[in-house]
């Protein structure tokens, strides 16, 4: 760089760069917090099976430009397709904020069955859209005693924007 040039500062957060949303999500008891590589929250139910914890993580992920709804859902079902994933039902809402819930089977060489149940919060942020997905993971086995709770906590994902 020569000395005459000028800079151009990019900030986090900006207009350009809006703060990324707060999330949360409601545990029960029987749920600790759980740090996953690629998550910004997670938690774990305290009892394992075959060394498997029942758990949800939670995801952002920033896209340029404005995102559809179906777009954003399409990409949801690709991911569960790709990891050998078939949907089992669907649904939109849209209050408080446009999502997308979508329950799914999926097969695990050491575990067996996966159910798996997703939501997907869609944010429209000046120049970026940002998904926020939870993805709450137990066993077939598993899930016939929490799967409740593990639909509950996904679904009960929180997601505020600040003013």
Do not use: C
Request: proline share 7%; no cysteine; hydrophobic share 35%.
């Amino acid at each position: 760089m020569s000395d005459g040039t000028q800079l151009r500062r990019l900030t986090l957060p900006s207009e350009e760069f809006p703060a990324f949303p707060t999330v949360s999500l409601d545990v029960p008891a029987g749920w600790e917090p759980l740090q996953w590589a690629g998550s910004v929250l997670g938690a774990r139910h305290l009892v394992a099976t075959n060394g498997f914890n029942p758990n949800v993580l939670v995801t952002i992920e920033r896209w340029p430009g404005t995102i559809s709804p179906e777009d954003a859902l399409t990409v949801l079902r690709q991911r569960i397709t790709q990891g050998g994933g078939k949907e089992r039902s669907a649904e939109t809402l849209d209050q408080p904020q446009l999502s997308h819930y979508v329950e799914s089977t999926q097969r695990d060489p050491r575990l067996g069955g996966l159910e798996v149940r997703s939501k997907m919060v869609i944010l429209h942020r000046g120049p970026v859209t940002e998904i926020v997905t939870a993805v709450g993971t137990s066993t077939a086995g598993q899930s016939a005693h929490i799967g409740k709770d593990i639909a509950r906590i996904v679904r009960g994902l929180q997601v505020e924007v600040a003013s």
